[in-house]
């Protein structure tokens, strides 16, 4: 069966929850979910999201928001969208949310947006292909998307390689499925842009670990930079056999997923040289940054370690989300909640500029080319506006 197929089974299975509206806020408390992958192919990420929104959620308990203290939930969704539909119908139903906040993976959240949203459920930054959530809700009023978009962040990132490295054939290594497709839809826009046409594709699916015959096939086309369209593992696979072939001359620029700095831990020296599109900053404990410096030291202090991207993200979200609620007054309802935060910028630690809400939105969406050095991903083109 299908990834797309299973979605919309999964998304018709929860459609029965659609006419239950439980507004999870009472006089004292707002109740909050969340689904993310705590034990699938993602999970070794997960406690830093976790923790991260918990933090700022116990922040902003601390003074209450009009009166009322935060309560958050979290479920598993293993990166299934069978196991997202069962969450959120606990969500909904059992725990009645006000509203679902960070929620992972594009599959969970395409099963699962629209019945939330259709319930008068609040469904903010949800960890996904903004582009096909969006459009799966139906562009609910409910629905927030804080991810820049895969297609456009790529178009721009390969138009400045095109004119920068003047690279005249360009590859594709790409997931099979939603994914790959708005990567491959943001290469096409930046190579009709530049009058030029692929010199190759390659796909591979979900799970899959050896990228040998992808980067083979680019090889013999003779291409002289590979977007790669991959998230951690896939993207330290890829790099891992370029360096097997030896082949030096190639470039190979990972789309805005694969700009992590996981990537550039766990790849070790496979992936030095790597260049990537960043759609957000990357902090680390050794950054001058005071607001940085303040994340890092409250994260390590209450669970013990330090904070990664991810963590850093779901913080800054939760933020976003945070303000949102306060903005709404006491009188909250979903319907408050969206009207309040058409007028609720964000910026912070983790943002390259002030973000505003477009069509529900983020907005600008930035690309910044990055590449890894000495073990990091430093700077090497500033922000660049994405074209939508």
């Known amino acids: 069966m299908t990834v797309q197929r299973r979605i919309v089974i999964a998304a018709a299975a929860l459609a029965w929850a659609s006419t239950v509206h439980a507004a999870g806020v009472s006089d004292t408390e707002i109740v909050l979910g969340s689904h993310i992958d705590l034990s699938g192919p993602a999970a070794a990420g997960m406690p830093m999201l976790r923790n991260a929104m918990q933090l700022r959620i116990d922040e902003a308990n601390a ?10 939930i979290v479920e598993d969704n293993g990166s299934q969208p069978q196991m997202a539909v069962r969450a959120v119908q606990k969500l909904i139903k059992s725990d009645g949310v006000f509203a679902i906040v960070n929620s992972f993976g594009s599959g969970p959240n395409a099963a699962t947006a629209k019945a939330a949203t259709d319930a008068g459920v609040v469904v903010f930054a949800p960890w ?34 095109i004119r920068t490295w003047k690279s005249q054939r360009v590859g594709v ?16 826009s930046a190579m009709k842009a530049a009058n030029m046409t692929v010199a190759s594709e390659a796909a591979y699916k979900v799970g899959d670990i050896d990228f040998s015959s992808q980067v083979a096939k680019m090889k013999a086309a003779n291409v002289d930079l590979i977007i790669a369209g991959t998230v951690v593992r896939e993207t330290v696979g890829v790099m891992a056999e370029v360096k097997k072939l030896n082949w030096n001359e190639v470039k190979v620029l990972t789309a805005v997923p694969g700009r992590s700095s996981i990537v550039a831990r766990l790849g070790k020296d496979a992936v030095e040289g790597l260049y990537g599109m960043g759609g957000w900053k990357l902090n680390d404990a050794d950054s001058k940054d005071a607001e940085t410096q303040k994340f890092f030291t409250a994260y390590k202090a209450k669970f013990g370690q330090d904070p990664d991207e991810n963590a850093a993200n779901a913080y800054s979200y939760t933020s976003w989300f945070i303000a949102g609620l306060q903005a709404a007054g006491r009188n909250l309802t979903a319907e408050s909640f969206a009207k309040a935060m ?16 477009q069509a529900n939105h983020l907005a600008p969406e930035l690309v910044s080319i990055d590449q890894v050095k000495g073990g990091k991903w430093v700077q090497v083109a500033a922000p660049m506006g994405a074209s939508r």
């Open 63 to 72: 003074a209450g928001i009009h009166g009322r203290k935060i309560r958050l």
């Open 128 to 161: 996904a292909a903004s582009a096909i959530i969006q459009k799966v809700s139906n562009s609910s009023p409910l629905m927030f998307t804080t991810v820049p978009n895969y297609d456009s962040t790529t178009a721009t990132g390969l138009s400045w390689a």
């Open 173 to 188: 290594i790409y997931q099979e499925g939603p994914f790959g497709d708005l990567i491959r839809g943001g290469v096409n």
């Open 342 to 357: 058409q007028g609720v910028a964000h910026q912070d630690f983790t943002t390259y500029a002030r973000q505003t809400l």
